[in-house]
């Protein structure tokens, strides 16, 4: 039991409870509801894996707040760390300004910050004054572009990926799992489960697979713009090479959705948009404000 003295009644403080039916059809009730986001389909993929838990406020059989940790492997500035990302940080309208995502962010970093060399999260404008009480601090991420002419590549084999199918899946999951790192500025892995989300929940018709690249390319062309949100791959892939093989007449630049170690001489870089999230991290090592990154999108929790 957990007492708030601001609730009439004591609430259950429950966690990873993903193979629990009524627990995990609560949450989803309260992501659906906040978020218009749904688990489920996640889960029965299985994908939902054991490196996300959550940590949830339950009151009368209903999951009225969640704070989520993610596992995973970051390279920051050619540095290994182990990390955990906070995620689905959320509070069911009738029980807001209580203090119950307050009381589960401290049991969560209460609990890992023996455990991991970096929490971090990404906030949007209504929570920027929350995480800082906690140690976080902001971090300007930078975007990169990059003005590129292509050249056609003749006999080029990039086959797209089918969401639907399970052996595509099972062939993402396999090369998600033994990938090496996008950057090294700020690069993860051992996110397989995150990873999976986005490709089934957010890009399943923008997933391709490059044979002679060896590499699973995520992208999508908008108007003049090709926006490359990852690469996927065990070995070191040729950026350049890659481009020419899936950009189109019409491409004028690129826009990157993570680090272009390659190319971070070459393209032009600026600030994130004020309509993305903020990110905040909360580290036990001294990290250079003004190292130019981008953490790969398709690794947000």
């Not at 923008?206 to 908008?222: G, M, T």
């Amino acid at each position: 039991m957990f007492q708030n003295d601001n609730l009439e009644v004591e609430i259950d403080l429950i966690y990873d409870y993903k193979d629990n039916n009524a627990y995990r059809d609560r949450f989803n009730q309260l992501t659906t509801l906040v978020y218009d986001i749904n688990f489920e389909d996640w889960y029965q993929k299985g994908f939902w894996d054991d490196r996300y838990l959550c940590y949830s406020f339950l009151r009368d059989h209903e999951v009225i707040a969640n704070v989520s940790v993610s596992k995973m492997d970051v390279v920051i500035n050619g540095l290994n760390k182990k990390a955990i990302q906070i995620g689905t940080v959320i509070t069911h309208s009738d029980f807001r300004g209580k203090g119950l995502s307050r009381a589960l962010m401290k049991h969560v970093l209460d609990i890992y910050e023996q455990e991991c060399d970096i929490f971090f999260l990404f906030a949007n404008s209504t929570a920027l004054d929350f995480y800082p009480k906690f140690g976080f601090e902001s971090f300007g991420e930078s975007q990169f572009r990059l003005k590129f002419n292509p050249i056609r590549i003749e006999n080029s084999t990039v086959q797209k990926l089918n969401c639907s199918n399970d052996e595509d899946l099972e062939f993402i999951k396999q090369m998600v799992m033994s990938r090496r790192p996008v950057s090294e500025q700020f690069g993860v892995s051992n996110n397989q489960g995150i990873f999976m989300f986005h490709a089934i929940k957010v890009f399943p018709e923008s997933l391709y697979y490059s044979q002679e690249d060896e590499a699973i390319i995520v992208y999508q062309q908008e108007g003049h713009t090709l926006h490359l949100y990852d690469v996927v791959s065990q070995g070191d892939v040729n950026i350049n090479h890659l481009l020419n093989r899936i950009a189109t007449e019409q491409t004028e630049s690129v826009r990157f959705h993570f680090t272009p170690d390659q190319f971070t001489e070459k393209a032009q870089y600026e600030p994130m948009d004020d309509n993305e999230d903020m990110l905040y991290i909360k580290a036990n090592f001294v990290l250079d404000k003004n190292l130019k990154f981008c953490v790969p999108v398709l690794a947000h929790a």
